[in-house]
């Protein structure tokens, strides 16, 4: 178990997966810290490429590393110190394959997924993740406007449910050729009142922008206009998107239907 | 309104008030950004002791700053840069007096508000005050243990709503004392369906804590346990607390009541 340490080259790749293009070259992405990193050495959804850890932490997870002992690369505190992407580095980062989640079009045709149209805060998005794993929900969606999913704030902020929620890339169009008749149902300003409306058990559920809210070419395509009310009398201008976007999966999945 | 830009003593003290202590100390807080700085121009609830802008900001809003002459600061954009706690600086940014909401017992006890027992996260504290500002809760309360509601995160991301919601550092004991009858309902792991209870108009929410939930002291003192039940064979371990927030409070005001 005692592998070398971080060559130059080692550490130059690692540093430039910070960045969108080497990780869309590479095909690979950052999973930083204990517990996250714990989670997916177990799950194995995703191929891991290298594992950096401290020596102690190696020392301490030896069970699971076990078929992972030629990716092992045990490090000083100050070399991780060089790689990570905290404030204050963890015990442990891994270099992980991307995944491409496969789209069943029945399952999204019977199921409640999301289409996130042009999220671009990553800690929104690692949130979302978390809500539709929280609520089963089949596929996340976005837009190629989207924030890429394998961004190390998006990591970070989803926490394990990356291993569980397919997260794909795909234009509402595409997903409308699949599932002609599903309801896609989104918020805007003068939509009905979400607590009040019959809602579908299957449907597509649009999330907007975080400033501009859902765009005209989504708008046109909802069969479904709603709004979560703002209190009489409030002045708030918005919600932030993952909170409305946990109220709407709450609504969708636990209301009592009437019809 | 060529004011002098910043002397060193200015610089200095603007700087310290990134800390909790000073803003203690000085009973200042820091509001950064056009269009937050804008509404708390407007709004005129808090004090303001100093505007400190760019020229072409403080041009362009000559009515704004008109009761304000004599507390603008024209900086340049190094001298912004230095000062600002934004990796991209604003135009402009304000010194702000922290304010001491008063607590009216009457509405507590008719109204419906958040206890907060441990918030630590910044971004969810103000992404709770934007909850509480949407859905026209009456009172926040933060225990001793949150973080700081002046801390810059915090009124960066509860934007304007920091001027509408009441924000109050109380212990739970205290407002017992206040309103005994009042319903205090939380989220634990074992409590009963939020979606499926009768829930009552007037109550205290209790938010539990990022990563340890409810606490133990807190915990005895809840009326009413409840949860956000996760999807059956779902693998999420939680919710971020904001979006459970978010939930809790969307089925207290919007649910239709069967009772």
């Known amino acids: 178990m005692n592998a070398p340490g971080l060559s130059k080259n080692k550490l130059k790749y690692l540093r430039a997966l910070r960045q969108k293009k080497y990780r869309q070259k590479y095909d690979k992405f950052i999973v930083e810290g204990d517990k996250i990193a714990r989670e997916f050495l177990l799950q194995q959804r995703y191929g891991i490429e290298w594992i950096i850890a401290l020596p102690h932490w190696v020392e301490t997870h030896q069970k699971l590393l076990q078929v992972h ?7 000083s505190e100050a070399e991780l110190q060089q790689i990570s992407l905290l404030h204050t580095p963890n015990q442990v980062l891994l270099v992980a394959d991307r995944f491409s989640w496969s789209l069943d079009p ?8 999301l289409y996130l149209d042009g999220i671009r805060d990553p800690g929104n998005l690692g ?3 978390r809500i539709a794993d929280w609520f089963g929900l089949d596929y996340i969606f976005c837009s190629p ?11 970070q902020s989803a926490m394990g449910a990356l291993l569980r929620v397919p997260v794909l890339q795909r234009e509402l169009a595409e997903l409308r050729a699949l599932q002609p008749h599903l309801p896609i149902c989104g918020t805007v300003l003068d939509g009905d009142n979400v607590f009040e409306q019959p809602l579908p058990k299957a449907a597509l559920l649009v999330v907007g922008n975080e ?3 859902v765009s005209a070419a989504v708008r046109e395509q909802l069969t479904q206009r709603l709004r979560i009310p703002a209190h009489l009398g409030g002045g708030a201008e918005s919600l932030n998107a993952a909170v409305a976007t946990g109220i709407f999966c709450a609504q969708f999945r636990h209301r009592p239907r009437t019809q």
Not at 145 to 155: A, F, T
């Open 211 to 213: 400033s501009r809210g």
């Open 127 to 129: 949130t979302i993740i």
């Open 145 to 155: 406007d989207c924030v890429e999913e394998y961004m190390p704030k998006v990591v």
């Open 69 to 75: 002992f030629n990716k092992i690369l045990t490090v």
């Open 106 to 113: 029945e399952r999204l045709g019977r199921g409640l997924s």
